[in-house]
């Protein structure tokens, strides 16, 4: 399946006060291909669901992890986040119903 984003960006930071590491993705979610007969809601849920796969593919179930969305676009709308949370309940379900 071809990724249905690209990564403009990736951070790495060690937290020494937390004697931990954190990884920041930026990405860019693509916009359907020609072709692609499916409405833009199930394209951006198709896209999310292939985001989470690959980010989180790397990462042990109890390694905690937190999303940040925000519209490059227009800076005055406020960031939409989901707190930080242990790897195996965050799903593209969760981002979807926030």
């Known amino acids: 399946m071809d990724p ?3 990564i403009i960006d990736e951070i790495t930071r060690e937290y020494r006060k937390f004697n931990t590491v954190g990884t920041q993705l930026n990405v860019r979610l693509l916009p359907p291909t020609a072709g692609d007969e499916r409405d833009p809601v199930s394209h951006f849920i198709a896209s999310v669901t292939n985001l989470c796969e690959h ?3 790397n990462y042990d179930e109890s390694d905690m992890v937190g999303v940040s ?3 490059e676009v227009n800076t005055r ?3 939409i986040g989901i707190s930080f949370r242990c790897k ?3 799903s593209a379900d969760v981002i979807l119903n926030v």
């Open 4 to 6: 249905k984003f690209t």
């Open 55 to 57: 980010a989180l593919q």
């Open 69 to 71: 969305i925000r519209n």
């Open 77 to 79: 709308d406020k960031a």
């Open 88 to 90: 195996d309940q965050l």
